[in-house]
């Protein structure tokens, strides 16, 4: 069984990214580090652990909707817009979208436009690439510390 540093690896001469390994390596790892956090306080929220494996699919779907990559976000009803701000897959989407095809193909201006097209679908500032960093970071934290207090307070 290949470990996490391996499958990234293998990925990613498979693929054949522009962007740095290093990079591709820390955007999967940071996605993963928020998401398991996510899932831990699932998992202290509920009695059951197989209750909580099945209530999985009720944070992780919601964030292929909302992450802007295969729904454009101006397509989410307005009133459910916000719930996009608390899935990590979003900030992990924008920092790998705009790494890979902030400077797409230099000599072609067509293929250009269809790069900033994708930056702009899924609502992808490079200039805020690095709030994005911070907001994985955050939510990690959030998460964990919202678990630990969810745990104290079924203790109690």
């Given at each position: 069984?290949c470990s996490f540093?391996?499958?990234?690896?293998?990925?990613?001469?498979?693929?054949?990214?522009?962007?740095?390994?290093?990079?591709?390596?820390?955007?999967?790892?940071?996605?993963?580090?928020?998401?398991?956090?996510?899932?831990?306080?699932?998992?202290?929220?509920?009695?059951?652990?197989?209750?909580?494996?099945?209530?999985?699919?009720?944070?992780?779907?919601?964030?292929?909707?909302?992450?802007?990559?295969?729904?454009?976000p101006d397509l989410?009803?307005?009133?459910?817009?916000?719930?996009?701000?608390?899935?990590?897959?979003?900030?992990?989407?924008?920092?790998?979208?705009?790494?890979?095809?902030?400077?797409?193909?230099?000599?072609?201006?067509?293929?250009?436009?269809?790069?900033?097209?994708?930056?702009?679908?899924?609502?992808?500032?490079?200039?805020?690439?690095?709030?994005?960093?911070?907001?994985?970071?955050?939510?990690?934290?959030?998460?964990?510390?919202?678990?630990?207090?969810?745990?104290?307070?079924?203790?109690?």
């Open positions: 069984m540093s391996q499958q990234q690896l293998i990925q990613y001469f498979m693929i054949g990214f522009q962007m740095s390994f290093g990079m591709m390596f820390a955007i999967n790892y940071s996605l993963a580090m928020a998401s398991t956090a996510l899932a831990v306080l699932l998992g202290c929220s509920v009695e059951d652990p197989k209750l909580g494996q099945e209530m999985l699919p009720i944070l992780f779907v919601p964030q292929i909707l909302f992450a802007g990559f295969f729904v454009v989410i009803p307005t009133w459910l817009r916000w719930a996009r701000y608390l899935c990590t897959l979003t900030y992990s989407v924008r920092v790998a979208v705009v790494e890979e095809f902030e400077n797409c193909n230099p000599g072609k201006p067509e293929a250009n436009d269809a790069c900033n097209e994708l930056i702009e679908t899924v609502d992808a500032n490079p200039d805020e690439t690095w709030w994005n960093w911070l907001i994985l970071v955050f939510l990690f934290i959030g998460f964990r510390f919202l678990a630990l207090y969810v745990l104290r307070k079924k203790a109690i």
